[in-house]
């Protein structure tokens, strides 16, 4: 069969034409797909700057206590807080000091959430310091709120020269209302030749009440 050139062009025309259609509806898809990522990274970008306007809002250098505001050059409210704190349930904060307290050997203080500083501990309040002297490092704290913690120097075997070896210390909450945190020594270092001594870090517990830490010497 024949067809005539009429046919031909008609047939041409609609081929063109359906080809022309299918690159404008591409086109325009693929217009709408770019359109749609560029308002997503819009999107994203003036998120990622309202964080961070609120961030920079959130964030600020406050001080909570100045240490050595009370007793003078003694201290008494502690000095000398290298170490971390730890955070009750209640917001209280909770550390030690390496010198100050009551005899200027160091303190387990406790810090409001009003911002109000009180010494829990002061150290060496027994006769050689057999309670532990000079807490370097941080603090930690069971289920039941006691605190555990060293002490560098001090302790049972102290005395005559010696300062001691060092402690494990365990500080027990007030039982009730006017009454003080109790401290009880529950190991002193340098009792016997080839023992460790003078721990300058804290400890760790496990699920069963283990404490674990490390000595300088």
């Not at 690159?23 to 359109?35: G, H, N, Y």
């Not at 500083?117 to 002061?122: D, F, G, Q, R």
């Amino acid at each position: 069969m024949k067809l005539k050139a009429s046919h031909v062009y008609a047939f041409t025309l609609i081929l063109l034409s359906s080809l022309l259609f299918a690159f404008v509806a591409r086109s325009s898809a693929q217009a709408d797909i770019e359109k749609q990522v560029k308002a997503l990274h819009a999107a994203r970008s003036k998120s990622s700057a309202t964080d961070n306007s609120n961030v920079a809002e959130s964030y600020g250098y406050i001080v909570l206590y100045d240490f050595c505001s009370v007793g003078g050059n003694s201290c008494s409210d502690g000095a000398g807080t290298s170490a971390g704190l730890i955070r009750d349930s209640a917001g209280n904060l909770y550390g030690t000091a390496e010198f100050g307290g009551a005899n200027d050997q160091g303190a387990v203080f406790e810090l409001d959430t009003s911002g109000h500083e009180t010494v829990i501990y002061s150290f060496c309040s027994q006769t050689n310091c057999a309670d532990g002297d000079h807490p370097w490092a941080g603090l930690i704290e069971d289920a039941a709120g006691n605190l555990y913690g060293t002490t560098y120097n001090g302790g049972a075997h102290g005395g005559g020269g010696n300062s001691g070896g060092g402690t494990v210390f365990k500080l027990a909450p007030p039982t009730q209302k006017g009454s003080t945190w109790t401290e009880t020594v529950l190991y002193s270092f340098g009792a016997f030749v080839g023992d460790a001594m003078t721990p300058k870090v804290g400890v760790i517990r496990d699920s069963a009440g283990n404490l674990y830490g490390t000595t300088e010497t």
